[in-house]
C-alpha cells in the first residue's frame, strides 16, 4: 500500500459525459502528478501539482482540467468524454515534486467510455 | 519520435536467470526513473537514477549518462518479477516513458 488513494476504482460512462476522479497524496507529500495509460499510448503524463499550484503541464488535452486544493487531495475532471479517453487514470504523489523523487504511485481509475 | 526506446519488448525466462532489460534516451534529463507495473495494474518506483548505480535487494539499475543509456538487472529471476518494467526520463519539468518491457519468469 503506497498510501496514495484514488476514487472511484472503476467508472463507466457514455461518450459526450463529464467524470471527476479523486486523488488523496500519501500524508505530507506536496505534489501530486497524474498520469494517464491507453493501450495504444502506453503511459502519459498530464499534470503535475505543488501545494495548490500548477507546476508541470504534459500532454492533457484542453477537455481535461485539474485542481490541488488546500487539504492537498487533487481532482481530474474530464468533459466531452470520446471512446479514446478509456484507460487506466493513476495519480502519483511526492514530498516535494523533484524530479530525482521517488513517487509513490495510486492503485488507479479504470475508466471506460462506451 | 520516441524519446524513450526500450528493449526488449518482451522477455520469458527460467526462474534463476540473470535478467537485463535497456532504455536509451534521446533527451537530456535530470533524473530516470523505473518503474514496476503488476498484473493488476499497480505502479511501483523501484529506482530513481540521476548517475551511477543503484542495488536493492536481487535488483541492480545503472546509468550513463553521456551515452545516454540505463540498464535494469535482476539476477535470480523468480516468478513473482513477472511484470511490466517501464523506464521513464525526466528532462526539465517533463515525463517520457518506453513503452514497457513484458517479463515472465517461469518456474
Known amino acids: 500500500d503506497s498510501g496514495v488513494t484514488q476514487t472511484p476504482k472503476h467508472l463507466i460512462t457514455a461518450t459526450g459525459q463529464r467524470v471527476t476522479l479523486r486523488c488523496s497524496p500519501r500524508?505530507?507529500?506536496?505534489?501530486v502528478y497524474w498520469y494517464q495509460q491507453s493501450l495504444d499510448q502506453g503511459l502519459q503524463f498530464l499534470i503535475q501539482?505543488?501545494?495548490?499550484?500548477?507546476?508541470a503541464k504534459g500532454n492533457i488535452l484542453e477537455r481535461f482540467s485539474a485542481q490541488q486544493f488546500p487539504d492537498l487531495h487533487s481532482e481530474l475532471n474530464l468533459s466531452s468524454l470520446e471512446l479514446g479517453d478509456s484507460a487506466l487514470y493513476f495519480c502519483?504523489?511526492?514530498?516535494?515534486?523533484?524530479?530525482?523523487?521517488?513517487?509513490?504511485f495510486g492503485p488507479g481509475t479504470r475508466l471506460l467510455v462506451l | 519520435k520516441n524519446e524513450v526506446e526500450q528493449s526488449p519488448q518482451n522477455l520469458t525466462a527460467q526462474e534463476g536467470e540473470f535478467i537485463t532489460i535497456n532504455c536509451s534516451y534521446s533527451?537530456?534529463?535530470?533524473?530516470l526513473h523505473w518503474l514496476q507495473q503488476h498484473p493488476g495494474g499497480g505502479i511501483v518506483s523501484l529506482f530513481m537514477?540521476?548517475?551511477g548505480k543503484k542495488k536493492h535487494g536481487r535488483l541492480i539499475a545503472t546509468i550513463n549518462i553521456q551515452e545516454k543509456h540505463s540498464s535494469l538487472h535482476i539476477t535470480a529471476s523468480h516468478p513473482r518479477d513477472s511484470a511490466v518494467y517501464i523506464c521513464?526520463?525526466?528532462?526539465?519539468?517533463?515525463?517520457?516513458f518506453g513503452t514497457g518491457t513484458s517479463l515472465t519468469v517461469i518456474p
Open positions: 502519483a504523489s511526492c514530498p516535494s515534486g523533484r524530479s530525482q523523487e521517488t513517487q509513490y
Open positions: 500524508s505530507g507529500d506536496l505534489s
Open positions: 501539482y505543488y501545494n495548490g499550484e500548477e507546476r
Open positions: 533527451v537530456g534529463i535530470s533524473a
Open positions: 537514477l540521476s548517475s
Open positions: 521513464a526520463v525526466i528532462p526539465l519539468n517533463q515525463f517520457y
